[in-house]
């Protein structure tokens, strides 16, 4: 199994706990604290992932592109744990942001991978 297709199981996994921590804050509440956690580590495994399947296997256009997608993805990502730590409600906008953004980011993954 190629690193590229290892990544994207960890992707996919991530994006079922970011649902998961999306329908807490849906629901007004913010979700624990270990599901957060848990898919923030999870998505950064996923980056090193994509980087080391990247320089193994060369950084075609989508995976570049997907990359780098995430990492701004990322960034969000952290402003919203960031505020989760402060014990404050996460922002729900932020979220929606957040997840298109990670979307459109594991869309060209998964067209790097399947290519």
């Known amino acids: 199994m190629s690193l590229i297709t290892i ?3 960890v992707l996919t996994l991530t994006a ?5 921590a999306a329908a807490f804050r849906a629901r007004g509440s913010n979700p624990p604290m270990w599901l ?7 998505a ?3 980056l090193i992932l994509l980087v080391a399947a990247g320089l193994v296997d060369g950084f ?7 990359l780098g997608i995430l990492v ?3 960034l969000g990502g952290f402003v919203l744990y960031g505020t989760h ?3 404050k409600l996460i922002n729900g906008p932020l979220v929606v942001v957040h997840a298109s953004i990670s ?7 998964a067209v790097a991978a399947l290519a």
């Open 7 to 9: 990544a994207l199981i």
């Open 16 to 20: 079922l706990g970011g649902v998961a």
């Open 36 to 42: 957060g956690t848990v898919h923030g580590v999870a």
């Open 44 to 46: 950064a495994s996923g």
């Open 60 to 66: 075609g256009t989508a995976l570049a592109w997907g």
């Open 72 to 74: 701004v993805s990322a």
């Open 85 to 87: 730590l402060r014990k």
């Open 103 to 109: 979307v459109t980011g594991f869309v060209f993954v």
